[in-house]
T-cell receptor
Framework: SQTIHQWPATLVQPVGSPLSLECTVE??????LYWYRQAAGRGLQLLFY??????ISSEVPQNLSASRPQDRQFILSSKKLLLSDSGFYLC??????????????FGPGTRLLVL | DQQVKQNSPSLSVQEGRISILNCDYT??????FLWYKKYPAEGPTFLIS?????DKNEDGRFTVFLNKSAKHLSLHIVPSQPGDSAVYFC????????????FGTGTRLKVLA
């Protein structure tokens, strides 16, 4: 069966510090991968998505970036965090093809607090 | 422009009764619609989906209805249980071009014991 991992679960970082959040998926190959952010009391905002290694689409211009160095690894980064980067970050994957291609599965999330 | 809308931010229902959560969309190109349940500080959990070529899909206590002419879908939970209390998101997906999911802003369901 497929599993999605995200870490860390919680992170407190000072303004201006760098960020690296990691997400890995097990039990599938060539998944579509996604990063979302949920600000307090808000909906899910799509940040980045990737349909293959090295293929990253950015949805919102900001100081965040994403990379996909391996098929099942998706990394969210920032060189300098802003206060407004605080939120709940979610990684997700979908098969993209085959049976139940439409179903998207989420990781447990990372709560980021920028002070 | 918000392509997927959940106009009710909250809903309270008595235990054992039916919960009906609504979602409207504007893009007729969406191929699939999905419902997720989310507890605080956790990732959303997939509940049920429906293809745009169908008008109903049922899984246990959960049924999703799709009205394409009205661009409207709803999630019915029968009977509602206190453990169903959570935020529910609807999402839409177009499989042509990008594989991007569009989420609504969520509806907080509270099931009263």
């Amino acid at each position: 069966s497929q599993t999605i991992h995200q870490w860390p679960a919680t992170l407190v970082q000072p303004v201006g510090s760098p960020l690296s959040l990691e997400c890995t998926v097990e039990g599938t190959s060539n998944p579509n991968l996604y990063w979302y952010r949920q600000a307090a009391g808000r909906g899910l905002q799509l940040l980045f998505y990737s349909v293959g290694i090295g293929q990253i689409s950015s949805e919102v211009p900001q100081n965040l970036s994403a990379s996909r160095p391996q098929d099942r690894q998706f990394i969210l980064s920032s060189k300098k965090l802003l206060l407004s980067d605080s939120g709940f970050y979610l990684c997700a994957w979908s098969p993209g093809s085959g049976r139940h291609q439409e179903t998207q599965y989420f990781g447990p999330g990372t709560r980021l607090l920028v002070l | 422009d918000q392509q997927v809308k959940q106009n009710s931010p909250s809903l309270s229902v008595q235990e054992g009764r039916i919960s009906i959560l609504n979602c409207d969309y504007t893009n007729s190109m969406f191929d699939y619609f999905l419902w997720y349940k989310k507890y605080p500080a956790e990732g959303p959990t997939f509940l049920i989906s429906i293809s745009s070529i169908k008008d109903k899909n049922e899984d246990g206590r959960f049924t999703v209805f799709l009205n394409k002419s009205a661009k409207h879908l709803s999630l019915h939970i029968v009977p509602s249980q206190p453990g169903d209390s959570a935020v529910y998101f609807c999402a839409a997906l177009s499989t042509s071009g990008t594989y991007k999911y569009i989420f609504g802003t969520g509806t907080r369901l509270k099931v009263l014991a």
